[in-house]
């Protein structure tokens, strides 16, 4: 095109267009296009040099000189090959080559025939008047671009004048922005659907508290109302056995009165031994419930206690029992009243034995009865100043009443009965105490 040529912008063109753009173009609204007339008059060639009377009223003319100096970027193309005719001179610095003049726009165009046949109907879908394409620069870059084309004719020839808006960053930074709502919408949800979770958790775990105490404060209540009446119940226990020891005691006392008015009135030296005899064994069952009744407890009771009380009581039915002393070696610890009961009538029998039989010629006798615990045992030792158990006496054959009673009484108890060989009046008793590792039973009165 040589310069000094003129544009010429012809309001009666026939609108023959290159390749699809015919299409697009075909359905444009009227005034979009005046519209666009106009912009291109206002934006792109500012200082054009118009000469009002020798144009006709239609007619706007503009000099090529001024498009080369005009920074917006602006490509003039041949419709029938696609070549650059003219460019502004901001197309020359945007694009950076030699010379765009001559160039094919699909050198510059990196989209092919079916992608820009895709992105126009895109355009007349979405009803814009602009096309999104990648250029590319001299330096290998490729940039987005928006181009706003209208056709015109220049020297009676058709061309196609396209507006070029690099858009690159303006995508970079929509798709950032997209991408930046799209994290923060995830996040809000995540945040959501945490703290929801979060909630409904702490909501459940509250109700589930709340049943759980509720739950625990009707277990708590059913307990209380089952140890109360535990309570009451052992209470009416306590008070029937309490009631029942009574009661034994009041008849073993009237069978002791009535063996004792027995006694006064026998003449029977045979028969007042047995009566004797008869009445220290019913004593040591009459102190033992006597001291439970004294006892708050029935289940221990002292060994020191109810031993000194039964050595007294065993040695006052004798006539010559003031004539006796009992050295007493007790460890005070406590034992079962089952067990205390066979350990009463064990001592009962030796210390009968020892008044009837070994101070026959001794006006003073000593009796020397010693109680020790050694961890789980206990053991007694009966001794006294007397004649003892003769040297032949075999204690597992004896068929003496007395013998018998602690032989059987040691083997409930787990116990063996022995005299020792170079003292035969030292009898030694040693038993197993049941239930000593239980709480309360066999331990040391502190």
């Known amino acids: 095109m040589a310069q000094g040529d003129v544009i010429k912008f012809d309001d009666t063109c026939q609108h023959e267009y290159f390749l699809e753009y015919d299409i697009i173009y075909n359905e444009l609204h009227k005034e979009t296009m005046k519209l666009f007339k106009l912009i291109v008059f206002i934006l792109l060639f500012t200082g054009l040099h118009a000469q009002e009377k020798d144009l006709p009223d239609n007619k706007i003319y503009f000099s090529i000189e001024m498009l080369h100096q005009y920074k917006t ?3 003039i193309i ?16 945007y694009y950076g080559y030699s010379s765009l003049i001559g160039m094919n726009i699909n050198q510059i165009n990196t989209l092919s025939s079916k992608q820009i046949s895709e992105e126009m109907n895109r355009a007349k879908t979405e009803n814009r008047n ?6 590319k620069l001299a330096n290998g870059q490729i940039r987005t671009v928006h181009v706003n084309s209208y056709p015109m004719m220049i020297s009676g020839k058709t061309v196609l004048v396209s507006r070029i808006m690099d858009v690159t960053q303006t995508i970079r930074n929509n798709r950032i922005k997209t991408a930046v709502t799209v994290t923060v919408i995830i996040l809000l949800l995540f945040l959501f659907t945490v703290s929801t979770t979060l909630y409904l958790t702490i909501k459940r775990s509250r109700a589930r508290a709340q049943k759980e105490t509720l739950e625990k404060t009707r277990l708590l209540e059913q307990r209380t109302i089952a140890e109360n009446e535990a309570k009451r119940l052992l209470r009416e226990k ?8 009574h009661r034994i005691k009041n008849n073993i006392l009237s069978i002791e009165s009535l063996l004792e008015l027995q006694l006064r009135e026998n003449h029977s030296d045979e028969t007042g031994r047995v009566l004797q005899n008869t009445m220290g064994r ?3 069952m009459r102190i033992l419930y006597e001291k439970l009744l004294s006892q708050e407890s029935y289940n221990r009771n002292s060994v020191k206690d109810y031993v000194k009380t039964l050595i007294s009581s065993i040695i006052n039915v004798f006539p010559k029992g003031g004539s006796i002393s009992v050295n007493l070696e007790i460890e005070d610890f406590l034992m079962p009243a089952k067990e205390l009961f066979s350990l009463g009538i064990i001592i009962n029998e030796l210390i ?14 000593e009796i020397r009865l010693s109680i020790k615990k050694d961890k789980d045992y206990v053991l007694l030792e009966v001794e006294d100043n007397g004649a003892g158990f003769p040297d032949d006496i075999n204690i597992n054959a004896c068929q003496g009443f007395g013998l018998t009673i602690i032989r059987m009484l040691c083997e409930q108890l787990n116990g063996t009965f022995n005299i020792d060989k170079e003292k035969r009046s030292l009898s030694i008793i040693k038993f197993h105490l049941v239930n000593n590792h239980e709480e309360g039973n066999g331990g040391n009165i502190s």
């Open 282 to 284: 019913v004593q040591s």
């Open 73 to 75: 970027i602006m490509l």
């Open 352 to 365: 009968t034995n020892i008044v009837k039989h070994s101070f026959k010629t001794n006006d003073k006798g």
């Open 130 to 135: 602009f096309f999104e394409f990648d250029h």
């Open 78 to 93: 041949d419709p029938a090959s696609g070549s650059i005719i003219e460019h502004s001179l901001g197309a020359k610095d």
């Open 238 to 245: 306590e008070l029937l056995l309490k009631e029942s020891h």
